[in-house]
């Protein structure tokens, strides 16, 4: 779990993510505070959303994460090591792409809507590919976009 800023129209908003050990992101939140209250919207947000509880939590040092945390599920492990949690920093970037292209966010709302969306997409065409063989990932890539062909034609239709 990681914050990062966000300017929108000037103002400075964190964008909350979370991602799972493989670097898929599970949720994210658009919020205008980084305190405790802001961290635990965004622990119930995120637990309400997921089959199965977590076995540990990897956050950075915030001190409102920790208060989340101890708070919503006092029994998990909580890790705050230094470069533990590279892979929730790393996964701000393909969005901060995005944001760069569109030429910012104008709300918090479309922030919140977009990142959504572009994150499960993301999950779906990021794939390894250093860690399989070539045909594999052909294989993958050609069933992402049939998924993404399907998911499309019926949000179309509705």
């Known amino acids: 779990m990681d914050e990062v800023f966000v300017k929108i129209y000037g103002d400075l908003h964190y964008l909350w993510r979370a991602v799972d050990?493989?670097?898929d992101k599970l949720d994210i939140?658009?919020?205008k505070r980084r305190n405790k209250k802001?961290?635990?919207k965004f622990f119930r947000?995120?637990?309400k959303g997921q089959q199965a509880t977590p076995l540990k939590i990897v956050t950075d040092k915030l001190r409102?994460?920790?208060?989340?945390?101890s708070?919503?599920?006092?029994?998990?492990a909580h890790c705050t090591e230094q470069y533990e949690n590279n892979r929730c920093e790393l996964s701000h970037q393909p969005g901060r792409q995005q944001e760069r292209q569109m030429g910012r966010f104008k709300s918090p709302g479309q922030a919140q809507r977009?990142?959504?969306c572009n994150g499960i997409v993301n999950n779906l065409f990021r794939l390894g590919s250093h860690h399989i063989?070539?045909?594999n990932y052909k294989i993958l890539r050609e069933r992402a976009f049939s998924e993404w062909t399907r998911v499309n034609c019926v949000h179309n239709l509705a």
């Open 71 to 76: 708070e919503n599920i006092p029994s998990i």
């Open 38 to 40: 802001a961290a635990i």
């Open 133 to 135: 063989k070539a045909r």
């Open 21 to 23: 050990k493989d670097g």
């Open 114 to 116: 977009f990142l959504a």
């Open 45 to 47: 947000k995120l637990l």
């Open 64 to 69: 409102s994460c920790s208060a989340a945390k």
């Open 29 to 31: 939140l658009v919020q």
